[in-house]
């Protein structure tokens, strides 16, 4: 795809992919996740948790809970410091067509990557608790002079990837395309309509400046 291709998908850390993604994807950061009458816990399993997180597990459930909705806003402050998203990411993963004699190799995704939030039961790093499959594909603002021909090569790749044994998990992936310049706005309604989602280096710089 050439150096300034290769350069922009090396330029993508799995930081700098959580940056882009995380607000959008998982909503607001560091959420309780239980409520004091809530009743799908065991006190087997509150002992655990309150074991393991430091508090006195020789009580009743309500007695539990009530010690932890006490500390929530602490119990969430000491896991938001340390805890985010993981992320597993993989670089040009194969595109097959067909098996055996008639196997063919259509293209390679860019990026694909799964994003998971932190959750120990009570509390969840982010609003949503599901992980999140993404390809994303990188595009140079040149290629954007022929949107239609990116459309068309998305569509096709949609078709035949598939890194999942589950046919249904894969219908799930949220299709991404970035580019290190801002796209042009014609390109973004003409993808956003054909449901890719748009990731530039407007997106990265906006996240930057709500950072500083």
Not at 6 to 21: C, F, G, M, P
Not at 157 to 163: A, G, R, S, T, V
Not at 181 to 208: A, R
Request: charged share 35%; hydrophobic share 30%.
């Amino acid at each position: 795809m050439g150096k300034k291709h290769d350069e922009i998908v090396h330029s993508l850390t799995k930081e700098k992919i959580k940056e882009l993604l995380k607000e959008d994807l998982f909503g607001e950061l560091g959420v309780w996740g239980i409520n004091p009458s809530e009743k799908g816990f065991s006190l087997h399993q509150l002992n655990e948790i309150a074991d393991r997180d430091g508090f006195d597990n020789n009580k009743t459930v309500k007695e539990l809970m009530a010690d932890y909705q006490l500390a929530k806003e602490d119990v969430i402050e000491a896991n938001k410091s340390n805890k985010d998203l993981s992320i597993k990411k993989e670089v040009e993963k194969l595109i097959i067509k067909g098996e055996g004699i008639y196997k063919v190799t259509k293209g390679y995704i860019d990026i694909f990557c799964s994003l998971e939030p932190y959750n120990n039961e009570l509390f969840c790093s982010y609003e949503s608790r599901e992980s999140r499959d993404v390809v994303i594909e990188v595009k140079k603002l040149s290629d954007f002079e022929d949107t239609g021909a990116i459309i068309r090569q998305l569509n096709e790749y949609k078709e035949y990837f598939n890194p999942f044994d589950s046919y249904s998990r894969t219908r799930g992936i949220l299709w991404c395309i970035y580019c290190d310049k801002e796209i042009p706005e014609e390109s973004k309604e003409m993808l956003i309509d054909e449901g890719y989602k748009i990731l530039s280096e407007m997106n990265s710089q906006e996240v930057e400046n709500e950072n500083t």
